[in-house]
């Protein structure tokens, strides 16, 4: 009889849901829920940087996605899936109360925003992140050493010591803080509550300063050093944090019946996006695999023995079991890639926007001009030639993730001038994305972290030839792109395959289940040597900016 697993990926946007039969890897089912709440903005300031997204969104969609899966697939179908895990964005905590019940699900704070998921791209904590960044180094045992030696805005101990600063209330009745990807495992197992919350390796190593080296957590006196506010967050949280091929529960009755499914089925660990992208990617040592949306996230394994006693600098952490159990998960990326370009689309679209009481026909010219920018661009964009003269410009558009975080940095250009118009602009912008990703590959090999290959995974890959192509010339390297549509979700659903104990080892798992390659980008020799002059440029008009800052 065959059996399935169900991956679900809750991405910034929208919640994806796979259904795979763990024999022979067959995508039998997807289905995608855009969060109503987001949707409409709401709890969001983007000239703050503030980005918050409300738990109901994430129930209410978890609900639609995955029933939304059984019209698509033979009746009983349902009843024959054994496993289920997730795989969301991160960091991405939200406070609990006592009850391990986040904020906003609570009468009292169901409209505040600080009581709700402090999404990853929220970058209202900078200045916590940069404090923690110091307490840690000037500490006797440097707790980022295995976190890329910065802490960033977009984790969880910067998020949590903000919201604390800016909201008593909050403060008050907060217990507990919990990432996104262990909450929603919790809620399907009935083990929310802060004694029974069970924490995945993936989200602690990565971004809450957990490792074996310290015996899990830091010391509660570590975070009241940099702030009494955070006195007693530490010791709430279980230090026993496990791979995502465990077992972190079973399915209770109440969300059986919610979702279809079988009651008790097995619930592996939560990890991040990228983390289970790569297993569907069947990253391996040498291979990196890039998940590339609307940001990009970077996974490389490596063994232990290779790595040594290497802390890798200026990436978001290397931690044992985050991707592969048994091998060192190393994890970077860029914090804006695909939302580089969706600003320009819309700066160039606000006059449109601007436009109201529009006949049908106005109406239906606006919509075409907002449904075929992106690719009108990057057609005409293709078209032109590359010289070493042509603009630059940094990426950093959402601020610096990797190398070496600093959100507090902004994008720059250079080589305007009056014949630059919309195309030759984002050429510009494609190009830094691609000499962003070009950064981060030489971070790891200078760090003596080997890249020999690169696997792509995400929206973009698929999307547009120009952007892949761009990132083939300026990488000078080969690019695989996955056929899976969902990788993220179908690495969840290989991990809930291991932990359900239909394949003994996850590289089991990944012979049947991984994805396969649909298509290669190679680099087009010809532009290999102008676009390392150009990269020239973006690293000296790098040094400029972050000059800026000394
Ligand atoms: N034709 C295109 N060319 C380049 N980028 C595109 C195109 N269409 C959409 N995008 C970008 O794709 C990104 C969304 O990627 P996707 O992987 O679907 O989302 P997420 O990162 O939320 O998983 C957006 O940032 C958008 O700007
Ligand atoms: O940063 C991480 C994981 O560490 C990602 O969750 C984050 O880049 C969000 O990814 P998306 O662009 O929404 O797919």
Partial sequence: MSRYTLGLDYGSDSVRALLVDVATGEELASHLVNYPRWAQGLYCDPSKDQFRQHPQDYIDSLVEV????????????????????????????????????????????????????????????????????????????????????????????????????????????????????????????????PEALKLGRCATGHKQMWNEQWGGFPPNSFFTSIDPLLDGVVDTLNATTEPSDQVAGNLTAEWAEKLGLPQGIVIGYGAFDCHMGAVAANVRPGVLTKVMGTSTCDITVTSKEQLGDTCV????????????????????????????????????????????????????????????ILVDLSNAAAALPVTSSDVTALDWVNGRRTPDADQSVAMALTGLKMGTDAPKFFKALVEATAFGARAITERFQSEGVPIESVVVIGGISKKSDYVMQTCADVWNCPID??????????????????????????????????????????????????????????????????????
């Fill in 66 to 193: 995955v029933n939304g899966l059984w019209s698509h697939v033979p009746a009983g179908t349902a009843d024959k899936v054994v496993g289920m895990s997730f795989d969301t964005t991160g960091s991405t905590p939200v406070a609990i109360n006592s009850q391990g019940t986040p904020l906003a699900l609570t009468e009292e704070f169901a409209e505040n925003p600080n009581a709700m998921f402090i999404l990853w791209k929220d970058h209202t904590s900078i200045k916590e992140a940069n404090e923690i960044t110091q307490a840690a180094t000037n500490n006797d045992v440097n707790y980022l050493s295995h976190m890329g030696g910065i802490y960033s805005s977009e984790w969880y101990w910067a998020k949590a010591l903000h919201i604390f600063r800016v909201d008593s209330s909050v403060k008050a009745a907060t217990y507990s803080w919990v990432e996104h990807c262990d909450w929603m495992t919790a809620l399907m197992c009935g083990t929310t509550h």
């Fill in 313 to 372: 600098k200026g990436i978001c952490g290397q931690v044992d079991g985050s991707v592969i159990p048994g091998l060192i998960g190393l994890e970077a990326g860029q914090s804006a890639f695909g939302d580089l370009y969706a600003w320009f689309k819309n700066l160039v679209l606000w006059p449109t926007r601007q436009l109201t009481n529009l006949s049908d026909a106005e109406q239906a010219l606006v919509n075409k001009l907002e449904d075929s």
């Fill in 481 to 550: 792109v996955l056929e899976s549509e969902q990788s993220c979700a179908l690495g969840a659903a290989i991990m809930a395959a291991v932990a359900a104990g239909e394949h003994a080892t996850v590289a089991d798992a990944q012979k049947v289940m991984a994805s396969s390659v649909c298509h290669q980008y190679l680099p087009n020799p010809e532009r290999v040597a102008v676009y390392d002059a150009l990269y020239a440029n973006y690293q000296a008009l790098a040094s400029y900016v972050n000059g800026d800052k000394a």
